[in-house]
């Protein structure tokens, strides 16, 4: 397995442009997130996912858009960027009650794509 | 509402020296708490975590915890540090298995551990 994946890893954009980060993982987990990490800040999760379908808002949601259309899958896009999103941005998976009837407690986080938004 | 702090942004030690990194937490229900470790320009790996049972808890490259439920703490411990555990830790906090119904992890700010030669 490989667990979670993320592309690309590095990533430079002007303001206004649009992109999408994408997510990956084939743990066959129902649980999917977004969390930036910013200096000084911790993670804060942006966008999750129960379930393909199904999607809510994290703790810092503006500004971001998620989809689920699939269990692997979980893009992460931003319409409009702005210097304010320049981080770097964290997917994590877990087991979740809604598709695996059951759930660990343990997040796996993929490798990271760093964003600069200039 | 749950929240952690790291009460330490820094911790520089010598190589071989014993460390703890301490972890606050608030909460009104039962919590379950974690240690994560994120090495340079990489993701967060699971260092350990306490769901119930035995305060103490052991996880992986020789670093264990212990869980403080009147004091609400955490603290990570190693008794003898490596050049390799150079990295920053995270300490964790989610109410209820699997973070409750929306799989809420809050995440301390980080403490960077240096080991110097």
């Known amino acids: 397995n490989a667990g979670v994946t993320q592309t690309p890893k590095f990533h430079i954009l002007k303001t206004g442009q649009s992109m999408t980060l994408q997510c990956a993982q084939d743990?066959?987990?129902?649980?999917l997130s977004w969390y930036r990490q910013d200096p000084g800040m911790g993670l804060r999760r942006i966008h999750y996912?129960?379930?393909?379908?199904?999607?809510d808002k994290g703790e810092v949601p503006d500004g971001y858009n998620v989809s689920r259309s699939n269990t692997e899958d979980f893009p992460l896009r931003l319409e409009s960027a702005a210097p304010s999103q320049t981080s770097v941005y964290f997917c994590?998976?877990?087991?979740?009650?809604?598709?695996?009837?059951?759930?660990?407690?343990?997040?796996?986080f993929g490798p990271g794509t760093r964003l600069t938004v200039l | 509402a749950q929240s952690v702090t790291q009460l330490d942004s820094q911790v520089p030690v010598f190589e071989e020296a014993p460390v703890e990194l301490r972890c606050n937490y608030s909460?009104?229900?039962?919590?379950?708490l974690f240690w994560y470790v994120q090495y340079p320009n990489q993701g967060l790996q699971l260092l350990l975590k306490?769901?119930?049972?035995?305060?103490l808890v052991k996880g992986i490259n020789g670093f264990e915890a212990e869980f403080n439920k009147s004091q609400t703490s955490f603290h990570l411990r190693k008794p003898s540090v490596h050049i390799s555990d150079t990295a920053e830790y995270f300490c964790?906090?989610?109410?209820?298995?699997?973070?409750?119904?929306?799989?809420?992890?809050?995440f301390g700010k980080g403490t960077l551990l240096t080991v110097n030669p």
């Open positions: 306490y769901l119930s049972g035995s305060t």
């Open positions: 994590a998976s877990s087991y979740s009650l809604k598709v695996a009837k059951m759930s660990t407690d343990t997040q796996y």
């Open positions: 996912s129960v379930a393909a379908g199904i999607t």
């Open positions: 909460s009104s229900v039962s919590v379950y």
């Open positions: 964790a906090v989610s109410e209820g298995r699997g973070g409750g119904s929306n799989y809420k992890l809050t």
């Open positions: 743990m066959n987990h129902g649980y």
